[in-house]
């Protein structure tokens, strides 16, 4: 255990926010220094910085691939790992080009959900349209319906880059205050959790949206929900690729490129508002 503090950064993307900590040295160099414990006490709103999540930036080689120099090693506010997370991958991206980590232009990110291209511009300069090239998307279990406090909705199951059911809905008011946990049925489904997203139709490119996501609660934004909220949009109103999809979260705006081979991009901006140090007795926990 240290006897001094470990810096932190702490950052958004659109709202969705995060504790940034260099794992290449010192105390989060070893694999296993993020613990439940410690997640649940770093992200505490109260007790401790406050966060959705934490981005731990690791060396690639921690999960075996070749492919990429730096792996985003996430962990939800409740401790819990997740595959991937589009907002956390734009804060990921910018303080690996501000820490002289990379350049920009294009470089990859390895996640639990596989490797991700980065494109930050010479020209953006505030970080505010970084693209994270986030895969293709496939349809998930169907014949699903969601439950909240509110009523339910039928869903479309989504899966790739993490587990959706996303379901549309009049006015993404209606899906309640998302204080609780919705409820996907029949139960079991998703043995594992799901993100839940709730969608009103702008017009054919454009949806706003609400999320609960596992292991948070309700969040002010979801990139990957984004996405899975997008192709859900997009096929729906039968857009053909290339296409592009606004979508306005709580916490702001991203952009759901698909290119002509059903690649899916996420757009947006990523901010750090902080800079600080974890006192010792808090990484005790």
């Not at 794992?23 to 505490?44: N, R």
């Not at 907002?87 to 910018?94: D, K, P």
Request: glycine content about 12%; hydrophobic content about 40%.
């Amino acid at each position: 255990m240290t006897n001094s503090g470990v810096p932190f950064r702490k950052g958004h993307g659109t709202g969705n926010d995060f504790i940034v900590v260099n794992g290449l040295e010192g105390f989060f160099a070893d694999p296993k220094s993020v613990t439940p414990e410690l997640s649940q006490a770093l992200c505490d709103r109260h007790r401790g910085i406050g966060a959705d999540g934490i981005l731990r930036v690791a060396k690639a080689s921690e999960i075996d691939t070749d492919d990429a120099q730096y792996f985003m090693d996430y962990t939800n506010a409740d401790g819990s790992k997740s595959a991937t997370c589009g907002n956390g991958l734009r804060v990921f991206a910018r303080y690996l080009v501000e820490a002289g980590l990379e350049s920009r232009g294009l470089f990859t990110i390895g996640t639990r959900a596989g490797t991700v291209t980065v494109a930050i511009s010479e020209t953006d300069s505030d970080f505010t349209n970084i693209a994270i090239t986030m895969g293709r998307v496939s349809l998930g279990p169907m014949d699903v319906t969601v439950q909240t406090e509110s009523g339910s909705w039928p869903a479309v199951g989504i899966a790739g880059m993490n587990n959706h059911a996303v379901s549309v809905v009049d006015d993404i008011a209606h899906a309640g205050s998302l204080t609780e946990i919705p409820i996907a049925l029949p139960a079991n489904t998703y043995p594992d959790g799901v993100n839940f997203e709730f969608i009103q139709a702008k017009s054919p490119t454009h949806i706003a949206m609400r999320t609960h996501e596992r292991g948070v609660g309700e969040t002010l934004s979801c990139g990957s929900g984004s996405c899975a909220a997008a192709y859900v949009h997009a096929t729906s109103n039968h857009l053909n690729d290339p296409w592009t999809v606004q979508v306005d979260v709580l916490g702001g705006t991203v952009y759901v490129d698909s290119d002509s081979d059903g690649v899916l991009t996420l757009r947006g901006p990523a901010v750090f508002v902080a800079n600080g140090v974890i006192e010792p007795s808090l990484l005790q926990s």
